[in-house]
């Protein structure tokens, strides 16, 4: 009996013709349409999210049985695309197309409700014109992981209302001025890691807005990139731009690129300069320059030494500073540096022997202090400018074992954090035990 049942399950599909929804019956359909006919004459007005694997191109006919749908997710497909209309139900509003090798589209027709269209992890070299027409409410386009090298002038134009356009991990090497609808108000675009040699745009034909770009990784962009539109974070990780001007900007994250220029942005909150060869000279020349700057890091520099007062300038006020990994030896006394607003300060890693108590005159509200990876022998851990203080880190220092068990006993009534090296210890070595 057992084994007629599977006989039959087996048989049903190469038989002939199966109606979709003697397969599927809830709202949610999972199928993979390897080898099987579907009956194209019985609708299955019950599915709502549909999943197909392993499908030909003339497969895609099967949404044309699922009036309801409102989710297609096709993976897998075999064929040629390039002539396939996908007529779509009217309600669909999510699709995704990870049609595995294929380089042509199908053509997209009449899903003006659509609103995410996520096409990543194709193969697809380029996009015909009019590939987005009609898609008038797309909210996201998920282009990434693919061999796109370049871009139909307007095909993105039809996008009014796009927030989310993701192109990272293709081979654009060029965008037009104008490849975005002007006046659009986005929130992200991706373009990270493409070998990108600029990004400009129209004086006239610009974007209104778009709070996050990502050229991580573009290391081919040089020279100057000022966009002239609100935008709020940068991202420049590892690309060759260098130098920057941008407005309205909050957030720039340049860590290991090459950025040596920045200049009016009286907005910028947040500042990333991690492995950008920086000395004291240039970093003070930078961060005078940026009075509305809370954020900062520092780390992996060359900031050997900071010297002490300098009554002449104005200085932000930090919150957070991240001197890690500059071959610091000394810590300046009375710096503003260190001042009422900071919070957190990391200066683990550096060469200090000693520091002074009187650096943290000012910073009554410091929270966060990294010390580990030093050469300190003592310091006065008692202090009374330290009493805010919630966390700290002080292992991997030249402190000896007495001095450790007195520091880890003292902290060890209290609720601040000393945090643990990998190893496990947080001042005492095990082998010192
Ligand atoms: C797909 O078909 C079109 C038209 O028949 C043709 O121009 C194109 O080269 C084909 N693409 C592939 C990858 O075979
Ligand atoms: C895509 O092509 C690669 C190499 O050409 C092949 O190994 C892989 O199986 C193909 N994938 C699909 C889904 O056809
Ligand atoms: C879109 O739908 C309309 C009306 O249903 C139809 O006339 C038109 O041909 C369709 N467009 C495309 C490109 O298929
Ligand atoms: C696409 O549009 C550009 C101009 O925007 C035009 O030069 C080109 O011929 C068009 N290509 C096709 C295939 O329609
Ligand atoms: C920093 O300097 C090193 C050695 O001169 C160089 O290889 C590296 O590219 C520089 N890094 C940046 C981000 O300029
Ligand atoms: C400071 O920078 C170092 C190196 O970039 C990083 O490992 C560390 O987590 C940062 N510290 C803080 C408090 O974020
Ligand atoms: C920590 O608390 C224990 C018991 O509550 C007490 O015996 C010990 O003296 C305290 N240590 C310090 C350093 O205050």
Excluded at 380 to 401: Q, T, W
Aim: charged share 25%; proline share 4%; net charge neutral.
């Amino acid at each position: 009996m057992k084994i007629l049942y599977l006989l039959i399950l087996i048989a049903i599909p190469t038989w002939g013709w199966t109606p979709l929804r003697s397969l599927c019956s809830g709202l949610y359909c999972k199928l993979s349409l390897e080898n099987r006919k579907l009956d194209y004459y019985s609708p299955a007005t019950n599915i709502v999210h549909l999943e197909l694997s392993s499908c030909q191109d003339s497969d895609l006919k099967t949404v044309l049985l699922t009036p309801r749908l409102r989710w297609l997710t096709v993976l897998h497909c075999e064929g040629n695309f390039s002539t396939t209309h996908l007529e779509a139900p009217p309600n669909l509003d999510i699709l995704r197309l990870r049609l595995g090798n294929v380089t042509d589209l199908p053509i997209l027709a009449n899903i003006s409700k659509l609103e995410k269209l996520d096409l990543r992890r194709n193969n697809i070299v380029q996009l015909a014109n009019k590939t987005f027409q009609g898609l008038t409410n797309l909210r996201e386009l998920n282009l990434q992981d693919n061999l796109i090298r370049e871009l139909p002038e307007k095909v993105f134009h039809p996008l009014k209302k796009l927030l989310y356009l993701d192109l990272s991990r293709n081979q654009i090497s060029q965008l037009s001025e104008t490849f975005l609808p002007r006046d659009i108000e986005m929130i992200e675009l991706n373009l990270r890691e493409n070998p990108l040699t600029k990004l400009e745009f129209a004086i006239f034909v610009h974007p209104k807005s778009i709070d996050f770009i990502d050229l991580t990784n573009c290391q081919e962009m040089r020279g100057q990139l000022s966009l002239p539109f609100k935008i709020y974070t940068l991202n420049l990780e590892f690309s060759g731009v260098e130098s920057t001007h941008t407005f309205w900007l909050a957030e720039l994250k340049a860590a290991n690129s090459k950025v040596n220029d920045m200049s009016m942005m009286p907005h910028l909150k947040v500042l990333d300069l991690r492995g950008t060869n920086l000395t004291w000279l240039r970093a003070n020349e930078i961060l005078r320059r940026y009075i509305t700057l809370e954020i900062v890091d520092l780390s992996n520099n060359f900031i050997r030494f900071i010297p002490s007062e300098d009554h002449q300038s104005v200085w932000p006020t930090f919150k957070k500073l991240n001197l890690s990994r500059n071959g610091l030896w000394d810590l300046p006394v009375n710096c503003p540096l260190f001042g009422v607003q900071l919070t957190s300060l990391d200066v683990s890693y550096n060469r200090l022997n000693r520091i002074d108590m009187a650096t943290f005159e000012g910073a009554y509200d410091l929270e966060s202090l990294f010390l580990q990876g030093n050469q300190l022998c003592n310091f006065e851990y008692r202090s009374e400018k330290l009493y805010n203080l919630k966390e700290l880190a002080v292992y991997d220092n030249d402190f000896d074992g007495s001095y450790c068990r007195e520091m880890e006993g003292y902290f060890g009534n209290s609720s601040l954090i000393l945090h643990r090296s990998s190893r496990g210890y947080a001042c005492l070595k095990p082998e010192e035990n």
